[in-house]
């Protein structure tokens, strides 16, 4: 009698166990999606952590309805998001997505200013319209529906260039390859020669000084919602005049006037932020390997990214960033030593400066916190955005790097020494990726000063 007792107990149990366990999942019954005038519905449900019919947890719900909500907002398609969970009954939910599709093409005028920030066009360049390009810039998104890209470009002014490039992030019916193809050209009355006391040296004359050409071809592979990889390959031509020749010889590699080069990259991407053009939450992991070979000088590179935010309250977060490059040169040549200043290796404080080197290291630390929200009515198109909302963080920052440098000259010191800047300031994020970030930075040199900058750099 006892054993039939505690038999009967032990089924109980299990029993009330695995209806708990069955009562917590919920079938995704339907996926309807609404609002998406020209976007294919494939290139939603693609950025999604669920699928029609999966059987998932309930208390997971909430949490890919927000992934979901994330993921879509960054590809950078729609201007409003929204997922939402409408249950059918205990066992059965509909996921309702409902989107605003962006303004897709950009037929817009050109104008920018060549030098490396706005700071050092401004103040040392003294705001020279001789140094500003300017064109027609094409931006043409969602293309066909299908989130492909096209971007061209003619300009003229400082630099004369013609840009080409289109991407179609899926190919096949996994979804998963994509491709891109680009090409540019470009001739130059000016350059950057050298770097004198960790500062840009100029060289201008009257005729074509530069000139130069580059295409390329990648295949694109994203196995999974946040991992991204790609395999580049190009080829390309410089060549330099006989007066800029003989004023830096060791401009191009091998001390040639000119070089032509075949190159290939491969890199890696993990991206899972909540909002990929100024995060508050979530973490990137980069990795770009790079190879060049031609007659006159190979070079490989590798460069690793890391970048953690996290929230600190619900009104903070700390953002950290770690970059590092080293590169593998079989001969040293100005344009191949430039390191420090340019692309994503930036320090907030030196930017007037620039750093040459073989390697290179960079963190920063900074903490941002929200003042608040500020909203304009939209005086243009009222109708389609009544009002633009703008978000307002103050931040505090500080940053470390080091550059190796086998052989500084001309009186270049920051290599092979701490770098160090530290400052205040102010971002404003609004629509469309608007991102401005006013700074006060000082660094070890003593320098200090207000900069405007521009774009995903903390």
């Given at each position: 009698?006892?054993?039939?007792?505690?038999?009967?107990?032990?089924?109980?149990?299990?029993?009330?166990?695995?209806?708990?366990?069955?009562?917590?999942?919920?079938?995704?019954?339907?996926i309807?999606?609404?609002?998406?005038?020209?976007?294919?519905?494939?290139?939603?449900?693609?950025?999604?952590?669920?699928?029609?019919?999966?059987?998932?947890?309930?208390?997971?719900?909430?949490?890919?309805?927000?992934?979901?909500?994330?993921?879509?907002?960054?590809?950078?398609?729609?201007?409003?998001?929204?997922?939402?969970?409408?249950?059918l009954?205990?066992?059965?939910?509909?996921?309702?997505?409902n989107?605003?599709?962006?303004?897709?093409?950009?037929?817009?005028?050109?104008?920018?200013?060549?030098?490396?920030?706005?700071?050092?066009?401004?103040?040392?360049?003294?705001?020279?319209?001789?140094?500003?390009?300017?064109g027609?810039?094409?931006?043409?998104?969602?293309?066909?529906?299908?989130?492909?890209?096209?971007?061209?470009?003619?300009?003229?002014?400082?630099?004369?260039?013609?840009?080409?490039?289109?991407?179609?992030?899926?190919?096949?019916?996994?979804?998963?390859?994509?491709?891109?193809?680009?090409?540019?050209?470009a001739?130059?009355?000016?350059?950057?020669?050298?770097?004198?006391?960790?500062?840009?040296?100029?060289?201008?004359?009257?005729?074509?000084?530069?000139?130069?050409?580059?295409?390329?071809?990648?295949?694109?592979?994203?196995?999974?919602?946040?991992?991204?990889?790609?395999?580049?390959?190009?080829?390309?031509?410089?060549?330099i005049?006989?007066?800029?020749?003989?004023?830096?010889?060791?401009?191009?590699?091998?001390?040639?006037?000119?070089?032509?080069?075949?190159?290939?990259?491969?890199?890696f991407?993990?991206?899972?932020?909540?909002?990929n053009?100024?995060?508050?939450?979530?973490?990137?992991?980069?990795?770009?390997?790079?190879?060049?070979?031609?007659?006159?000088?190979?070079?490989?590179?590798?460069?690793?990214?890391?970048?953690?935010?996290?929230?600190?309250?619900?009104?903070?977060?700390?953002?950290?960033?770690?970059?590092?490059?080293?590169?593998?040169?079989?001969?040293?040549?100005y344009?191949?030593?430039?390191?420090?200043?340019?692309?994503?290796?930036?320090?907030?404080?030196?930017?007037?400066?620039?750093?040459?080197?073989?390697?290179?290291?960079?963190?920063?630390?900074?903490?941002?916190?929200?003042?608040?929200?500020?909203?304009?009515?939209?005086?243009?198109?009222?109708?389609?955005i009544?009002?633009?909302?703008?978000?307002?963080?103050?931040?505090?920052?500080?940053?470390?790097?080091?550059?190796?440098?086998?052989?500084?000259?001309?009186?270049?010191?920051?290599?092979?020494t701490?770098?160090?800047?530290?400052?205040?300031?102010?971002?404003?994020?609004?629509?469309?990726?608007?991102?401005?970030?006013?700074?006060?930075?000082?660094?070890?040199?003593?320098?200090?000063?207000?900069?405007?900058?521009?774009?995903?750099?903390?």
């Amino acid at each position: 009698m006892c054993n039939k007792i505690k038999y009967l107990l032990f089924f109980t149990a299990s029993f009330l166990f695995f209806s708990n366990l069955v009562s917590a999942q919920i079938k995704i019954s339907s996926i309807q999606i609404t609002g998406n005038k020209k976007t294919k519905p494939y290139i939603i449900l693609r950025e999604l952590p669920f699928h029609e019919s999966d059987i998932i947890s309930r208390d997971s719900l909430a949490i890919k309805d927000t992934i979901s909500e994330q993921q879509l907002f960054n590809t950078a398609l729609f201007e409003q998001v929204t997922v939402h969970s409408d249950f059918l009954d205990s066992l059965q939910v509909v996921i309702k997505i409902n989107v605003r599709e962006r303004w897709y093409l950009f037929p817009i005028p050109y104008f920018k200013w060549v030098d490396r920030n706005f700071n050092q066009w401004w103040s040392e360049q003294n705001r020279s319209l001789d140094r500003v390009n300017y064109g027609l810039n094409l931006r043409q998104a969602n293309v066909t529906g299908n989130n492909d890209k096209l971007n061209a470009a003619f300009i003229t002014g400082y630099t004369q260039q013609s840009n080409f490039r289109y991407q179609v992030p899926f190919i096949d019916k996994k979804l998963r390859y994509g491709l891109a193809l680009g090409w540019q050209n470009a001739t130059q009355k000016e350059i950057n020669i050298a770097t004198k006391l960790d500062k840009q040296v100029f060289y201008k004359t009257q005729a074509i000084i530069q000139k130069g050409y580059r295409a390329n071809a990648s295949i694109l592979y994203r196995p999974n919602l946040f991992e991204r990889h790609s395999f580049q390959i190009g080829l390309g031509r410089n060549e330099i005049s006989d007066s800029a020749f003989l004023y830096q010889s060791n401009y191009l590699p091998s001390h040639q006037k000119t070089f032509s080069y075949v190159d290939a990259s491969l890199s890696f991407s993990r991206i899972r932020f909540d909002y990929n053009v100024y995060p508050t939450k979530g973490q990137s992991t980069d990795l770009m390997l790079y190879q060049r070979f031609s007659n006159n000088s190979n070079l490989s590179s590798i460069q690793f990214r890391k970048v953690i935010v996290s929230p600190f309250s619900k009104s903070s977060f700390v953002f950290l960033e770690s970059n590092s490059i080293v590169k593998f040169l079989p001969n040293q040549n100005y344009t191949d030593n430039k390191l420090l200043g340019y692309g994503n290796l930036q320090l907030n404080g030196l930017d007037y400066y620039v750093v040459d080197g073989n390697a290179a290291s960079i963190v920063k630390a900074s903490f941002h916190y929200a003042l608040g929200t500020f909203n304009v009515k939209n005086l243009l198109v009222p109708k389609r955005i009544p009002i633009i909302k703008y978000q307002f963080w103050l931040k505090a920052f500080t940053h470390l790097g080091y550059v190796y440098s086998e052989k500084p000259v001309n009186g270049n010191r920051l290599a092979n020494t701490l770098l160090r800047t530290a400052g205040l300031g102010l971002d404003i994020v609004g629509i469309y990726d608007f991102v401005l970030k006013i700074d006060y930075s000082l660094n070890q040199l003593g320098d200090k000063g207000l900069y405007l900058r521009t774009g995903f750099n903390f």
